[in-house]
Nanobody, 115 residues
């Protein structure tokens, strides 16, 4: 079992920045994959960024060069630094982690970007 708690969401103007954090507890040391998804009203949940085995990162095309995912293993925390935010980045952002074949999700944090 892994528990994930996100923080750092909020309201920001277009062009601004936010940093999301996701603190993991439980079997955090067994996490093999960790990342962020987002879901806007009326849309499906979509991958934003993830760190997979070996530390490789994947990003959605829409956030490349603006968002950076990182992981602090000592703190069992993953971050999403979001720069140059756009109104279309408005969504609920969810942290997820994979242990073996099981996926775990946080409760989500709202990010709202005003124009």
């Amino acid at each position: 079992q892994v528990n994930l708690v996100e923080s750092g969401g909020g309201l920001v103007q277009a062009g601004g920045s936010l940093r999301l954090s996701c603190a993991a507890s439980g079997r955090a040391s067994s996490i093999t994959r960790v990342g962020w998804y987002r879901q806007a009203p009326g849309n499906q949940r979509e991958l934003v960024a993830r760190i997979i085995n070996g530390g490789n990162t994947n990003y959605a095309e829409s956030v490349k060069a603006r968002f950076t995912i990182s992981r602090d293993n000592a703190k069992n925390t993953v971050y999403l630094q979001m720069n140059s935010l756009k109104p279309e980045d408005t969504a609920v952002y969810f942290c997820y982690a994979r242990v073996s074949l099981a996926d775990y999700w946080g409760q989500g944090t709202q990010v709202t970007v005003s124009s």
